[in-house]
Structures are given as C-alpha cells and as structure tokens.
Nanobody, 124 residues
C-alpha cells in the first residue's frame, strides 16, 4: 500500500513561515505529479502547488511568490516552503502523488494517492 505522510504543520503568525514535508512510504518507479492541496473550513479542496515529471511547477494565484514546492527524489519527499503566511492560508494541507510505485513484494501500484492532511493555522 502506498502511504503519504505529511509533517510540519502547526501554528504560525501572520508574516511567518512554515515548511511542510511529505514522505512516500514505498519505492517509487516513476512519478508524474507531486502536489500540495489545501482545504479550508467550508471550502472545497484546492490545488496549492504542483511539481511535474518534466520539471515544471505551478502555483495557485493566491500563493505565487510566497510558496515554493520542491522534491527530493532520492529521499522520496516533497516539500512546501510557505513564507509570508496570511490568515487565509489557514487550512488542512494534503500531499498528493500520481505515479507508479513498487511494493516490497515487487508489485507495481499505479494510481493517485493522498496523505492524511496536516493542519496549518495562521493567527496572531
């Protein structure tokens, strides 16, 4: 089974920074997209940032120039550096992966997977 485990959420003051990390539990055969989504109370889950296999990245308009997505393929991790945080960044942040993974038994597991989410609260 593919598991994505997020960490790094918590409470930050407006203008502060946090770094989220997401680790993939099993070997990666190929990754198409690694991304971060967020869901604020009463709102739908929305894409925050994505990193694609061709090296391109994309960001929602609300986080451009403030957030940076990066990945470490060797460590099977994806990060979200969040700077200049604002109260409207408060949400549960989810890690997302779309790719092909290899189980310890050698099975190829293809599909999309989500982490369990980590809470980010921005408040003074």
């Amino acid at each position: 089974q593919v598991q994505l485990v997020e960490s790094g959420g918590g409470l930050a003051q407006p203008g502060g920074s946090l770094t989220l990390s997401c680790s993939v539990s099993i070997d990666i055969y190929s990754i198409h997209t690694l991304a971060w989504y967020r869901q604020a109370p009463g709102k739908q889950r929305a894409l925050v940032a994505a990193s694609r296999s061709d090296g391109s990245t994309s960001y929602s308009d609300s986080v451009k120039a403030r957030f940076t997505i990066s990945r470490d393929n060797a460590q099977k991790r994806v990060y979200l550096q969040m700077n200049s945080l604002r109260p409207d960044d408060t949400a549960v942040y989810y890690c997302y992966a779309d790719g092909d993974f290899r189980s310890p038994q050698g099975l190829l597991l293809a599909g999309t997977y989500w982490g369990q989410g980590t809470q980010v609260t921005v408040s003074s």
